[in-house]
C-alpha cells in the first residue's frame, strides 16, 4: 500500500486523537483529581475521593456533564498537536534512523523504532505543552469538591490569555520538560509494542493484518504497556503544571512546590511513598487503554480509508 507523507500523517493522526479523547477525557479528568489528591501529604490527608468510580459519581452528582468533560475543548487541539506529531514523524523518524544505522528502511528495528517513537513524542508534548496546560488545570477545577490548586477558567481561549497576561508567554512552557519526560516514556513503547503485538499476531496466524481484532488486541496491549512504563512521568507532569506559582526576585513567576520534574518525583516518593507516584494509576489505565486502542485502532482505519480515496482520485 501506498505510503503517507509527513503531512497526511499529521492530520490523521490528528483526527485518530481527537476520536479518541472523545471517549476517554472523563477518565482524564478522575485521573488528574486522584493525582493531585493528598499532594506531599505523609498521611495522605482526607480523601475527597475514595477511587475512580467514586471521582465519577460525585463530579457527575454535582457538575454534571459539564465536570466530566471538562478541558475537552483543549483537549481536541492537544491530540491534534501530540498524536499528529506522534503519528505523522513515527514513520520519517524511523526511516531516517534505520538508514543512519545502515539498515534497510522497511527492516522493524527494536532500536530505531524505539527512537522514533520517543523522538516524535517528545515533539508533540513539547507543540502540544500549552494545550495540556490548560487542559490540566481545567480538569483539576471543581466548584463543590476541590483538590489541588484551583484555578477557574472559562474556557480554553480565556486560560491561554490568563497565563499569557499574569505569567508572561514563558508561562505556556511551564513543565514542558516534564512533558518531554512524560513524551519519552509513553512514545518509546507504546508505537514499538503496538507494531511488535500487530507483527506477531499475523506471524502466528492470529490474526489478519487488516482485521479489526487485530488492530484492537495489539492496542490494547500497548496501553497496558503505557500504562506501567508513564504513570510515575504522568504523575510529575500533572502536579508540575497544577502547582500554585508566585513571583520570584527576578520578576519571573516560579512554582512553590517543585523546581523540576526530578525534585517532583524525589519530593513524592519522600512524603508520600512509591504509591504516591502511582495515584491515579486505576483512572490512568481506564484513560491510556481505551485511548490508546481508539486512537491507534482509527489511525490505522483512517489511513487505510484516506489511502482508497487517494487512489480513487488520482
Known amino acids: 500500500m501506498a505510503s503517507l507523507s509527513t503531512g497526511e500523517g499529521f492530520a490523521c ?26 499532594e506531599l501529604t505523609k ?26 468533560q471538562r478541558g475537552l475543548g483543549p483537549a481536541y487541539f492537544y491530540q491534534v498537536a501530540l498524536n499528529g506529531c506522534r503519528l505523522g514523524f513515527y514513520e520519517p523518524f524511523r526511516r531516517a534512523f534505520n538508514r543512519l544505522l545502515g539498515y534497510d528502511v522497511s527492516q522493524q ?9 520517543t523522538g516524535s513524542a517528545i515533539v508533540g508534548s513539547a507543540v502540544g505543552n500549552p494545550l495540556f496546560l490548560v487542559k490540566t488545570r481545567m480538569q483539576a477545577y471543581s466548584p463543590v469538591l476541590p483538590v489541588g490548586a ?9 486560560a491561554l490569555s490568563t497565563i499569557i497576561r499574569e505569567e508572561g508567554w514563558r508561562g505556556l512552557l511551564r513543565g514542558v520538560d516534564a512533558a518531554c519526560l512524560r513524551g519519552s516514556f509513553g512514545g518509546s513503547v507504546q508505537i514499538p509494542s503496538y507494531i511488535w503485538a500487530k507483527s506477531q499476531l499475523v506471524r502466528h496466524n492470529l490474526g489478519a493484518p487488516d482485521s479489526l481484532w487485530t488492530y484492537l488486541i495489539s492496542s490494547s ?53 512509591v504509591f504516591g507516584w502511582y495515584k491515579g494509576s486505576t483512572a490512568h489505565f481506564l484513560r491510556i487503554a481505551p485511548h490508546t486502542i481508539i486512537t491507534l485502532t482509527s489511525n490505522d482505519l483512517i489511513v487505510r480509508l484516506y489511502l482508497r480515496a487517494r487512489e480513487r482520485m488520482g
Not at 109 to 117: D, I, N, Q
Request: glycine letters at 12%; aromatic letters at 8%.
Open 13 to 38: 493522526g490528528g483526527l485518530a486523537g481527537c476520536t479518541a479523547v472523545t471517549f476517554t477525557n472523563p477518565a482524564e479528568v478522575a485521573k488528574t483529581r486522584m493525582q493531585l489528591q493528598g
Open 221 to 273: 496491549i500497548s496501553g497496558a504497556v503505557v500504562c506501567l512504563v508513564m504513570q510515575p512521568a504522568d504523575t510529575t507532569l500533572t502536579r508540575m503544571y497544577n502547582q500554585p506559582t508566585v513571583r520570584g526576585p527576578d520578576g519571573r513567576m516560579v512554582g512553590t512546590l517543585y523546581k523540576n520534574p526530578i525534585d517532583c518525583l524525589w519530593k513524592t516518593l519522600k512524603t508520600e511513598g
Open 109 to 117: 528495528v527494536a532500536l530505531t523504532s524505539m527512537g522514533a517513537g
Open 150 to 158: 484551583q484555578r477557574f477558567y472559562k474556557n480554553g481561549f480565556t
Open 43 to 68: 498521611s495522605g490527608g482526607p480523601k475527597v475521593y475514595r477511587n475512580v468510580l467514586d471521582v465519577f459519581a460525585k463530579t457527575w452528582k454535582n457538575e454534571s456533564i459539564r465536570g466530566v
